[in-house]
Nanobody, 117 residues
Framework: QLVESGGGLVQPGGSLRLSCVAS????????MGWYRQAPGKQRELVAR???????WYADSVKGRFTISRDNAKNTAYLQMNSLKPEDTAVYYC?????????????WGQGTQVTVSS
């Protein structure tokens, strides 16, 4: 089970911090990722972190977003700074074994991020 939270409406240049609580069976051994899906676009991976803390970011968010995880709390975070209108999307977390292939299985409900003045 995956439960995302922390989204909202923010002005360009603003910040948000997303949280994702995962069941222990999902979180304990897997690299985790934050994905997003904008209207009319495919879901894409934007940030990934393995269990040891090594991170990867899509070019579109590099330098603005920071992914982290608390293994004791089975929780992943996405700190989003300098937000742009093009960051508007529903954000999801899930396992992230691949940088290019979406994971199979169920997804959470996601959390809406809207960047607008």
């Amino acid at each position: 089970q995956l439960v995302e939270s922390g989204g909202g409406l923010v002005q360009p240049g603003g910040s948000l911090r997303l949280s994702c609580v995962a069941s222990g069976s999902i979180f304990s051994i897997n690299p985790m990722g934050w994905y997003r899906q904008a209207p009319g676009k495919q879901r894409e991976l934007v940030a990934r972190i393995d269990r040891g803390g090594t991170t990867w970011y899509a070019d579109s968010v590099k330098g603005r977003f920071t992914i982290s995880r608390d293994n004791a709390k089975n929780t992943a975070y996405l700190q989003m700074n300098s937000l742009k209108p093009e960051d508007t999307a529903v954000y999801y977390c899930n396992v992230a074994w691949s940088l290019t292939v979406l994971p199979r299985g169920s997804w959470g409900q996601g959390t809406q991020v809207t960047v607008s003045s």
